[in-house]
Structures are given as structure tokens and as C-alpha cells.
């Protein structure tokens, strides 16, 4: 499984997964990127529930 994030994560930075460094920077940025995405929807899908019911409670 780790042999193919570091191909997918080489790939998406084009870097060669023959650099020893090249890959220690797609799989940083990799890692980033899906830790970034994570938090974004983890904290729309906390948040939410309480938006809708704020905007509930306004109409009434």
C-alpha cells in the first residue's frame, strides 16, 4: 500500500521515484494535501448540522 501512495504521490508531483529527495517532498506534500482536504470537510460536516438548525429556528 505504501508503494502505491508513493507512486501516486510521485505522479502527481512528477517527480522521478529514482530522487530519494524528490520522493521525501511528493510524499510530504502528498500527506499535506490530504491532511489540508481532511480538515476542511471534517470541520463543513461539524459545522453544518449546526447551520441548518440556526436557519431552521431564523424561519420560524
Same mark, same amino acid.
Given at each position: ?5 508513493? #507512486?501516486?504521490?510521485?505522479?502527481? +508531483? ?8 524528490? $520522493? #521525501? ?10 491532511? @489540508? +482536504?481532511?480538515?476542511? +470537510?471534517? @470541520?463543513?460536516?461539524? $459545522?453544518?448540522? +449546526? $447551520? @441548518? ?8
Amino acid at each position: 500500500m505504501l508503494e502505491q501512495i508513493k #507512486k501516486d504521490a510521485c505522479w502527481l +508531483f512528477e517527480e522521478e521515484r529514482s530522487d530519494k529527495d524528490g $520522493v #521525501k517532498y511528493a510524499m510530504t506534500m502528498y500527506l499535506l494535501a490530504i491532511g @489540508v +482536504f481532511t480538515l476542511i +470537510f471534517g @470541520v463543513a460536516g461539524l $459545522v453544518t448540522p +449546526f $447551520v @441548518v438548525e440556526w436557519l431552521r429556528s431564523r424561519a420560524k
